[in-house]
């Protein structure tokens, strides 16, 4: 395939829907992530909550037939395991960057295990007649020519996702329990003397990191494929954690972050058809994230110079003003 | 007893058997549930490694491959980096020290001694990335490290089976090295070691690199706790605005301190490539990547405990390998038992039962002391 092509298959409406649609398992995880994160607990373990929700709907909806009851055990096994994470740091001190380690190490070997006590295999659940979620047509924007083709048609889970983010923005900002988060991340001694409960704020901004990373596992294995693999989450659960850093730990900002990885995983795929080896098309969202990460990062540097000059600047003038000397 | 319960080592050192003895029971209670002969299963995990020849030496050189990657996990974090791209930095330094043996026009000796130094250079050359914008521009080195991993491995599967794979076989690997270039066994060629050397070269395939891991515990002793950079290393791990106001370069230790340990890092590699597979195979690190973070963990980042450490998650390894090989249980159970030791290890406020105890005994002894005092 020539390179223009590419570059028409890039302007695409199948380009934009692919990127919505890559960008789901990364949405949701990170969602959960900003919250969190702006509880001041940092959630390392998304990656291995990622597999547990894809692993529980999976065998649920491959032993139940039921869909909806899948998602349900998937979401609550998320809270469950994010719940030993919680427990442990909150209750025992355990660091969170070494407590999310063994709660990831935890979910690969034991979704893994359990699925080679199930069903003997160790690669896959390609033998088990699991479901996936339907996709949604969206009543009239279906009909419309362009728009139609890429916002319709897409699994349950895409459209959840769009709506977590609006969802995240309200609960965050709009309501006593977000500014509870905020403020337990942003100082919690502060918060212990207005009297918010810091623990049971940070319990629950955990509990919905897991829920969210589980559903963004189960978009993984029941809408994106129609199964588990082993360590399916492949890196998103860390790019969703990424995202939260790099969009200041906002809702919209988090959702422009990912919908950047979206972005260089789908034109990845599309430099796959090329004759670029797809091992290096893969490289481009790892690397987007390390780039990206060292741009925010001086990006902060250079505002908070620059606070500081501005700051020294009216101290010298109101000294002027004021006659004073610097002693 | 009471003496020794009072050194904090000690204490520390009863709370890791501890937290071991709890995640082995943990497993145990897991294979109860899975296993048609449980009793069986956990012995062939407890006590397999020791069964045959061949699987001691499965241990050891598991083993050794841990000290390499519990020693770079542990200088990165005793400077308090959470640096855990040790995989990727491993995996390349396979990759170019395989290079190096296979296709250097030198004589074997030399192309061995190349290929030390070229892994281990790639390990720290493959640690630049993350070490810079880390020190420098101060973005996380946990989720940049996670990255370049994932591109090494990505580069490595690149590389591997676009320039190095054997035509006309299923699996994606290299040639096998040449017999010159293998390294030679760990017991030395002397005449009354003669059989013992036989038995064990044909059975097992232990090298020097035992030696070699040896050496590089005591080098990384001797860096961390003999040198000036060493001491500045910790003083940033320990405190890194007092070291910043003691005149510590912090910026250059943390550089120095994610770079340094990929020479480590990359010495597992050679191993891996040299000492166990005899080429390059894809997967060549599976299950690798995080074993450095365990172990180091459980040496409480000191080199002298690292040998220890592996040894004994070596032996774990060893040990649910020969489960999965003759039982019904899986071999991902060593993972779950890991990472609840893991777990129990880094929380602080759980098992200090022992601590407590013996604070509250001494201050109910003072308290005699002062009402006997008073008496009189």
Same mark, same amino acid.
């Given at each position: 395939?020539?390179?223009?092509?590419?570059?028409?298959?890039?302007?695409?409406?199948?380009?934009?829907?692919?990127?919505?649609?890559?960008?789901?398992?990364?949405?949701?995880?990170?969602?959960?992530?900003?919250?969190?994160?702006?509880?001041?607990?940092?959630?390392?373990?998304?990656?291995?909550?990622?597999?547990?929700?894809?692993?529980?709907?999976?065998?649920?909806?491959?032993?139940?037939?039921?869909?909806?009851?899948?998602?349900?055990?998937?979401?609550?096994?998320?809270?469950?395991?994010?719940?030993?994470?919680?427990?442990?740091?909150?209750?025992?001190?355990?660091?969170?960057?070494?407590?999310?380690?063994?709660?990831?190490?935890?979910?690969?070997?034991?979704?893994?295990?359990?699925?080679?006590?199930?069903?003997?295999?160790?690669?896959?659940?390609?033998?088990?007649?699991?479901?996936?979620?339907?996709?949604?047509?969206?009543?009239?924007?279906?009909?419309?020519?362009?728009?139609?083709?890429?916002?319709?048609?897409?699994?349950?889970?895409?459209?959840?996702?769009?709506?977590?983010?609006?969802?995240?923005?309200?609960?965050?900002?709009?309501?006593?329990?977000?500014?509870?988060?905020?403020?337990?991340?942003?100082?919690?001694?502060?918060?212990?003397?207005?009297?918010?409960?810091?623990?049971?704020?940070?319990?629950?901004?955990?509990?919905?990191?897991?829920?969210?990373?589980?559903?963004?596992?189960?978009?993984?294995?029941?809408?994106?494929?129609?199964?588990?693999?082993?360590?399916?989450?492949?890196?998103?659960?860390?790019?969703?954690?990424?995202?939260?850093?790099?969009?200041?730990?906002?809702?919209?900002?988090?959702?422009?972050?990912?919908?950047?990885?979206?972005?260089?995983?789908?034109?990845?795929?599309?430099?796959?058809?090329?004759?670029?080896?797809?091992?290096?098309?893969?490289?481009?969202?790892?690397?987007?994230?390390?780039?990206?990460?060292?741009?925010?990062?001086?990006?902060?540097?250079?505002?908070?110079?620059?606070?500081?000059?501005?700051?020294?600047?009216?101290?010298?003038?109101?000294?002027?003003?004021?006659?004073?000397?610097?002693? | 007893?009471?003496?020794?319960?009072?050194?904090?080592?000690?204490?520390?050192?009863?709370?890791?058997?501890?937290?071991?003895?709890?995640?082995?029971?943990?497993?145990?209670?897991?294979?109860?549930?899975?296993?048609?002969?449980?009793?069986?299963?956990?012995?062939?995990?407890?006590?397999?490694?020791?069964?045959?020849?061949?699987?001691?030496?499965?241990?050891?050189?598991?083993?050794?491959?841990?000290?390499?990657?519990?020693?770079?996990?542990?200088?990165?974090?005793?400077?308090?980096?959470?640096?855990?791209?040790?995989?990727?930095?491993?995996?390349?330094?396979?990759?170019?020290?395989?290079?190096?043996?296979?296709?250097?026009?030198?004589?074997?000796?030399?192309?061995?001694?190349?290929?030390?130094?070229?892994?281990?250079?790639?390990?720290?050359?493959?640690?630049?990335?993350?070490?810079?914008?880390?020190?420098?521009?101060?973005?996380?080195?946990?989720?940049?490290?996670?990255?370049?991993?994932?591109?090494?491995?990505?580069?490595?599967?690149?590389?591997?089976?676009?320039?190095?794979?054997?035509?006309? +076989?299923?699996?994606?690997?290299?040639?096998?090295?040449?017999?010159?270039?293998?390294?030679?066994?760990?017991?030395?060629?002397?005449?009354?070691?003669?059989?013992?050397?036989?038995?064990?070269?044909?059975?097992?395939? +232990?090298?020097?690199?035992?030696?070699?891991?040896?050496?590089?515990?005591?080098?990384?002793?001797?860096?961390?706790?003999?040198?000036?950079?060493?001491?500045?290393?910790?003083?940033?791990?320990?405190?890194?605005?007092?070291?910043?106001?003691?005149?510590?370069?912090?910026?250059?230790?943390?550089?120095?301190?994610?770079?340094?340990?990929?020479?480590?890092?990359?010495?597992?590699?050679?191993?891996?490539?040299?000492?166990?597979?005899?080429?390059?195979?894809?997967?060549?690190?599976?299950?690798?990547?995080?074993?450095?973070?365990?172990?180091?963990?459980?040496?409480?980042?000191?080199?002298?405990? +690292?040998?220890?450490?592996?040894?004994?998650?070596?032996?774990?390894?060893?040990?649910?390998?020969?489960?999965?090989?003759?039982?019904?249980?899986?071999?991902?159970?060593?993972?779950?038992?890991?990472?609840?030791?893991?777990?129990?290890?880094?929380?602080?406020?759980?098992?200090?039962?022992?601590?407590?105890?013996?604070?509250?005994?001494?201050?109910?002894?003072?308290?005699?002391?002062?009402?006997?005092?008073?008496?009189?």
């Amino acid at each position: 395939m020539s390179l223009e092509l590419v570059i028409r298959s890039i302007f695409s409406t199948f380009f934009l829907a692919s990127v919505i649609r890559i960008c789901t398992p990364i949405i949701l995880p990170a969602m959960g992530g900003l919250f969190a994160t702006a509880a001041g607990t940092f959630n390392m373990a998304l990656e291995g909550i990622m597999l547990w929700g894809a692993f529980t709907g999976v065998f649920v909806s491959a032993y139940t037939g039921n869909v909806w009851l899948a998602v349900l055990c998937g979401i609550l096994v998320g809270i469950l395991v994010s719940m030993i994470l919680a427990v442990f740091h909150l209750e025992y001190g355990v660091n969170l960057v070494l407590g999310g380690l063994a709660i990831n190490l935890f979910s690969s070997g034991g979704t893994v295990f359990l699925m080679y006590t199930l069903i003997g295999e160790k690669g896959n659940t390609s033998i088990l007649p699991s479901l996936s979620v339907p996709n949604v047509a969206i009543p009239i924007i279906k009909d419309i020519p362009i728009l139609g083709e890429i916002l319709s048609g897409h699994p349950v889970f895409t459209y959840l996702a769009f709506f977590m983010v609006f969802v995240a923005y309200i609960v965050m900002f709009r309501t006593r329990f977000g500014t509870h988060v905020r403020a337990v991340g942003e100082n919690p001694e502060a918060a212990t003397t207005l009297g918010i409960n810091v623990k049971k704020v940070r319990y629950f901004a955990i509990g919905i990191s897991g829920a969210l990373s589980a559903l963004g596992g189960m978009s993984l294995s029941m809408a994106y494929l129609q199964m588990f693999q082993r360590d399916m989450s492949a890196g998103r659960g860390w790019i969703a954690l990424a995202a939260v850093n790099l969009g200041a730990r906002h809702p919209i900002g988090t959702l422009a972050a990912a919908m950047i990885f979206g972005l260089a995983d789908a034109v990845a795929n599309q430099l796959g058809s090329l004759n670029i080896p797809s091992q290096l098309v893969q490289i481009i969202p790892y690397a987007t994230t390390i780039i990206a990460l060292a741009v925010y990062a001086v990006q902060q540097k250079t505002a908070a110079i620059a606070r500081m000059k501005k700051f020294q600047e009216a101290h010298f003038e109101d000294i002027k003003a004021h006659g004073e000397t610097a002693d | 007893m009471k003496a020794l319960l009072k050194t904090k080592g000690f204490r520390e050192f009863l709370r890791v058997l501890l937290a071991l003895a709890i995640g082995l029971s943990l497993g145990f209670i897991i294979t109860c549930f899975v296993s048609k002969d449980p009793l069986a299963s956990y012995k062939a995990f407890l006590f397999g490694p020791l069964s045959q020849l061949n699987r001691i030496g499965d241990w050891l050189e598991e083993s050794t491959t841990l000290v390499f990657l519990g020693l770079a996990v542990a200088i990165v974090f005793s400077a308090k980096q959470f640096y855990i791209g040790v995989e990727g930095q491993m995996i390349l330094a396979a990759l170019v020290s395989g290079v190096v043996v296979l296709y250097a026009p030198f004589p074997p000796a030399i192309r061995i001694v190349l290929a030390f130094a070229a892994g281990s250079l790639m390990g720290f050359i493959w640690g630049v990335v993350p070490a810079y914008v880390k020190a420098y521009l101060n973005a996380s080195e946990l989720v940049s490290s996670l990255m370049m991993n994932t591109i090494a491995l990505k580069l490595f599967e690149y590389l591997l089976s676009t320039y190095l794979q054997l035509p006309k +076989v299923s699996g994606i690997m290299s040639e096998l090295f040449p017999k010159e270039v293998r390294l030679v066994s760990f017991i030395p060629n002397l005449p009354f070691l003669a059989e013992t050397r036989a038995l064990w070269e044909k059975q097992t395939s +232990v090298t020097v690199m035992v030696y070699v891991a040896i050496a590089a515990v005591l080098v990384a002793y001797l860096l961390l706790y003999k040198t000036p950079f060493g001491y500045e290393l910790r003083m940033v791990g320990s405190n890194n605005k007092f070291a910043r106001y003691g005149g510590v370069n912090v910026k250059r230790i943390i550089m120095l301190a994610i770079t340094t340990s990929g020479l480590f890092a990359g010495l597992a590699g050679v191993h891996v490539a040299l000492g166990i597979h005899h080429r390059i195979v894809l997967n060549m690190s599976a299950g690798l990547g995080f074993e450095g973070v365990n172990i180091a963990i459980l040496a409480f980042n000191n080199p002298l405990i +690292v040998p220890f450490a592996s040894l004994l998650y070596g032996y774990l390894r060893a040990g649910a390998d020969v489960m999965e090989r003759t039982t019904d249980v899986s071999r991902e159970l060593v993972t779950i038992v890991q990472a609840a030791v893991l777990l129990l290890i880094t929380a602080e406020r759980l098992l200090p039962v022992i601590q407590q105890r013996v604070t509250t005994q001494d201050d109910e002894e003072h308290l005699q002391e002062k009402g006997e005092a008073n008496v009189a």
